[in-house]
Antibody, heavy 122, light 111 residues
């Protein structure tokens, strides 16, 4: 079955960097777009970024564009989120999600990981 | 303030039908497919409805989705206590550089 396992979360000071990973199994990783979605404590969901199935196209939320970079290594079935210049507003549970359709530009998230907590605090 | 607007709360009694709305614009709901997610407390979201009205595998038939113009709707027929959860709509937005959007979420209480 499909498994998505996030790692790399933790506590970081404002202005610092962190890299999240999402290890995938149970499906053809190089056939699906992959997304990051986050949820601040007690708040709603926010879409963060997507990488196309071949890694050649990326899209970002306005709130993270220029600071975050999404990438993937299809040989390792793993997606990454490099987060730079972190602020307290980036504190959230970060989920990776598998795109469900053939297009990168859609919000059809067929499977989700369990999430990883990132806390930005001084 | 979310670009996709949902009522913050909804409620109903067991057996009732309820509809949750999601209002957007021509650059998102009006021109793209809408998806719906359910999130139980302390768990990851779960896909309920994709592509406006397609139930995800394993989702009970009492959940249905529809879209009209720039609004989308999630209907739960025959409400059950286990349906108490947060519900989110989502759609791609074609404005600016392109981005994914979620509604602000609707907390459903089964009385």
């Amino acid at each position: 079955q499909v498994q998505l396992v996030e790692s790399g979360g933790g506590v970081v000071h404002p202005g610092n960097s962190l890299r999240l990973s999402c290890a995938a199994s149970g499906f053809m990783f190089n056939r699906r777009g992959m997304h990051w979605v986050r949820q601040p404590p007690g708040k709603g969901l926010e879409w963060v970024a997507v990488t196309s199935l071949d890694g050649f196209n990326e899209y970002y939320a306005d709130s993270v564009r220029g600071r975050f970079t999404v990438s993937r290594d299809n040989s390792k079935n793993t997606m990454y989120l490099q987060m730079n210049r972190l602020t307290t507003d980036d504190t959230a549970v970060y989920y990776c999600a598998r795109g469900g359709g053939s297009m990168t530009t859609q919000t059809f998230f067929e499977d989700w990981g369990q999430g990883v907590l990132v806390t930005v605090s001084s | 303030q979310s670009v996709l607007t949902q009522p913050p709360s909804a409620s109903g009694t067991p057996g009732q039908s309820i509809t949750i709305s999601c209002s957007g614009s021509s650059s998102n709901i009006g021109n793209n497919l809408v998806d719906w997610y359910q999130q139980l407390p302390g768990t990851a979201p779960r896909l309920l409805i994709h592509s406006n009205n397609q139930r995800s595998s394993g989702v009970p038939g009492r959940f249905s989705g529809s879209k009209s113009g720039t609004s989308a709707y999630l209907t739960i027929s025959g409400l059950q206590s286990e349906d108490e959860a947060d519900y989110y709509c989502a759609a791609w937005d074609d404005s600016l550089s392109g981005r994914g959007l979620f509604g602000g979420g609707t907390k459903l209480t089964v009385l």
